[in-house]
Nanobody, 124 residues
Framework: VHLVESGGGSVQAGGSLRLSCLVSGDTYMSYCMGWVRQAPGKEREGVAAISSDDKTSYAASVKGRFTVSQDNAKNTLYLQLNNLKPEDTATYYC???????????????????WGHGTQVTVSS
């Protein structure tokens, strides 16, 4: 599976961004897909995940503000980021893993494949 993120940028607190991840590969439609972020000096944090049957899960820190979705016709995974806060500043990575739907949880899935990342910067 090959993953390429886009859509990062700099916004003020309270603003919004939409991240996209173009996905290619033969079997990714059966995969668990999601987003992970890493801020400087901090550990990588699972943010959101979506299973092959479109079940979603989120980290507590972003629930209610971020929305993960996928458009299989466009081979694209999305992450809508609303009401952004300075603590959301990080590099955001798209991930894919063959784990079944029951294991597709944002905070626990260990993605097998990664994109190169896209930077999100939120100023106060």
């Amino acid at each position: 599976v090959h993953l390429v993120e886009s859509g990062g940028g700099s916004v003020q607190a309270g603003g919004s961004l939409r991240l996209s991840c173009l996905v290619s590969g033969d079997t990714y439609m059966s995969y668990c897909m999601g987003w992970v972020r890493q801020a400087p000096g901090k550990e990588r944090e699972g943010v959101a995940a979506i299973s092959s049957d479109d079940k979603t899960s989120y980290a507590a820190s972003v629930k209610g503000r971020f929305t993960v979705s996928q458009d299989n016709a466009k081979n694209t995974l999305y992450l809508q980021l609303n009401n952004l806060k300075p603590e959301d500043t990080a590099t955001y990575y798209c991930g894919a893993d063959p784990t079944p739907a029951w294991g597709c949880q944002a905070t626990t899935v260990n993605f097998q494949s990664w994109g190169h990342g896209t930077q999100v910067t939120v100023s106060s």
